[in-house]
Nanobody, 115 residues
Framework: QLVESGGGLVQAGGSLRLACRAQRMILSTFSPLTWAWYRQAPGKERELVASIDSRGMTDYTEFVKGRFTISRDNGKKTLYLQMNGLKPEDTAAYYC????????WGQGTQVTVSS
């Protein structure tokens, strides 16, 4: 029920905006949850990128601070990730989920950054 979109191929320094919609989740379930973006590069474990709680408070891992911005639209049951200043090491499949990973994973969206 999580559908990620917005990935693509971009040159280093470029930008992308990812979206994740919780299609079949009711609004009263979506809104109180802390949501997060994760990513998984080939041969590596899935890792946390950023999170946002129900009040809009955000947290970022060190490797994306100052470059990525997480946001949410509760009315649309959608999570966003604005990615600026992309680097080749940001290449990965990006996924959304709750911070405790309680929802079935979606298919992800591939981000490829060329040097």
């Amino acid at each position: 029920q999580l559908v990620e979109s917005g990935g693509g191929l971009v040159q280093a320094g470029g930008s992308l905006r990812l979206a994740c919609r919780a299609q079949r989740m009711i609004l009263s379930t979506f809104s109180p949850l802390t949501w997060a973006w994760y990513r998984q590069a080939p041969g590596k474990e899935r890792e946390l990128v950023a999170s946002i709680d129900s009040r809009g408070m955000t947290d970022y891992t060190e490797f994306v601070k100052g470059r990525f911005t997480i946001s949410r639209d509760n009315g649309k049951k959608t999570l966003y990730l604005q990615m600026n200043g992309l680097k080749p090491e940001d290449t990965a499949a990006y996924y959304c989920n709750t911070l405790d990973k309680s929802v079935t994973w979606g298919q992800g969206t591939q981000v490829t950054v060329s040097s």
